[in-house]
């Protein structure tokens, strides 16, 4: 497709059960970004892939949270044993290579834990 | 390590006002970009605009404008003629090192008929 594409675009799970969501980036862009947007408020970093390197991990709130990027292209974001305050959307960006090039957001999905 | 700020949380104005976002960021790279992105009801991500920080000169793009000046490591972007379809969310955002973007808080614009 055109953009970024993120599934499903809303979510709703018992506390305890094990949650994957879906990004699909831009073809041919190699970085790949996971955020994390809480009910008002900023953009929580996450996770970051660049080519074949090994990612950034440094944003993930907990070993709960884990991310793969398979072929350099998908990436499936992973959170076990969910809980009330994972609850946000959850937003998939890519770019193409190279420092300070502008990323392209997917739509977002919306987990809710109840 | 880098910070973004963006003061006002929320502004609200009428239609055809001008209306100005404030971004200070802080970081201690000589090399680094800057951008804004627009988020409105529908929740995806828009970029704006992207600066590196060697290039100082402001740019206007249609209503939109933008004035960076590194004396005061700000980043303002200032809307003119507002219309009711500029109302969202803008977060100012920073890449010091790789591409990860660190963005400042948002500021809630609502524009009024």
């Known amino acids: 497709g055109a953009g970024v594409s993120q599934s499903p675009s809303n979510k709703v799970t018992e506390k305890g059960k094990d949650v994957e969501l879906r990004c699909d980036p831009i073809s041919g862009h190699t970085a790949l970004y996971w955020y994390r947007q809480s009910l008002g408020q900023g953009l929580e970093f996450l996770i970051y892939?660049?080519?074949?390197?090994?990612?950034?991990k440094s944003g993930l709130p907990s070993d709960r949270f884990s991310a793969e990027r398979t072929g350099g292209s998908v990436s499936t974001l992973t959170i076990q044993r969910t809980q009330q305050e994972d609850s946000a959307v959850y937003l998939c960006?890519?770019?193409?290579?190279?420092?300070?090039?502008?990323?392209?957001f997917g739509q977002g999905t919306r987990l809710t834990v109840v | 390590a880098q910070k973004v700020t963006q003061a006002q949380t929320e502004i609200s104005v009428v239609e055809k006002e001008d209306v100005t976002l404030d971004c200070v960021y802080e970081?201690?790279?000589?090399?680094?970009?800057l951008f804004w992105y627009k988020q409105p009801p529908s929740g995806e991500l828009v970029f704006l605009i992207r600066r590196n920080s060697f290039d100082e000169q402001n740019e206007i793009s249609g209503r939109y404008s933008w004035n960076f000046q590194k004396s005061t490591s700000s980043f303002n972007f200032t809307i003119t003629a507002s219309q009711v379809v500029d109302s969202a969310v803008y977060f100012c955002?920073?890449?010091?090192?790789?591409?990860?973007?660190?963005f400042g808080g948002g500021t809630r614009l609502m524009v009024k008929p």
């Open positions: 892939f660049q080519g074949n390197s090994a990612p950034d």
């Open positions: 960006a890519s770019s193409v290579r190279g420092r300070g090039t502008e990323a392209f």
């Open positions: 955002a920073l890449i010091v090192t790789g591409n990860m973007l660190t």
């Open positions: 970081t201690r790279d000589t090399t680094y970009y």
